[in-house]
T-cell receptor
Framework: AQSVTQPDIHITVSEGASLELRCNYS??????LFWYVQSPGQGLQLLLK??????LVQGIKGFEAEFKRSQSSFNLRKPSVHWSDAAEYFC????????????FGTGTRLQVTL | GAGVSQSPSNKVTEKGKDVELRCDPI?????LYWYRQSLGQGLEFLIY????????KSGLPSDRFSAERTGGSVSTLTIQRTQQEDSAVYLC???????????FGPGTRLTVL
């Protein structure tokens, strides 16, 4: 069965500082990997995805993530955080194929101090 | 429409009542998913539709939960005899596009008193 671990429940960073949110997954084959962001009272917005190919993927809002098969990781990074990035971030894994339910991590809440 | 819509946005009901939650997917998307987001359980899969069929219902927590999809479009999630533990945000996603991404609606916040 697939699973996702986000070890950090809550992270606080200063505006302008760099950010890395950790995600480890468990899946028997090459997975599809996703990062979603959820602002308070909002639905989930896709930040970026990895399906195949280049292991460093770029997303919206200046985010990027790197797929490391040897570490079963898909960490999210941003070089300089903005106050508007404060939200909850979810890593998710899906099986390869045309239709697949997503398994989510428990989320990391990001607080940005000014 | 341009995105996935869900109604109502908020629903407060009394324990034991039935509720219906609606999802309008992005036009042309054949796959539709329901998820539940609750404090104790995080984000969990409930059911998946391909067209009007539901090949995977494995996430439905009990037989009080059911869902249907008609015309390959709108889906309704029905919870019968609601319990307080059903309080959660119910999210719908439709799947499509070049990479078959899942696009989420804003959710329905259900509160069972």
């Amino acid at each position: 069965a697939q699973s996702v671990t986000q070890p950090d429940i809550h992270i606080t960073v200063s505006e302008g500082a760099s950010l890395e949110l950790r995600c480890n997954y468990s899946y028997g084959a090459t997975p599809y990997l996703f990062w979603y962001v959820q602002s308070p009272g909002q639905g989930l917005q896709l930040l970026l995805k990895y399906f195949s190919g280049d292991t460093l993927v770029q997303g919206i809002k200046g985010f990027e993530a790197e797929f490391k098969r040897s570490q079963s990781s898909f960490n999210l990074r941003k070089p300089s955080v903005h106050w508007s990035d404060a939200a909850e971030y979810f890593c998710a894994v899906g099986a390869t194929g045309t239709a697949s339910k997503l398994t989510f991590g428990t989320g990391t809440r990001l607080q940005v101090t000014l | 429409g341009a995105g996935v819509s869900q109604s109502p946005s908020n629903k407060v009901t009394e324990k034991g009542k039935d509720v219906e939650l609606r999802c309008d997917p992005i036009s042309g998307h054949t796959a539709l998913y329901w998820y539940r987001q609750s404090l104790g359980q995080g984000l969990e899969f409930l059911i998946y539709f391909q067209g009007n069929s539901a090949p995977d219902k494995s996430g439905l927590p009990s037989d009080r939960f059911s869902a249907e999809r008609t015309g390959g479009s709108v889906s309704t999630l029905t919870i019968q005899r609601t319990q307080q533990e059903d309080s959660a945000v119910y999210l719908c996603a439709s799947q499509g596009g070049y990479y078959n991404e899942q696009f989420f609606g804003p959710g329905t916040r259900l509160t069972v008193l």
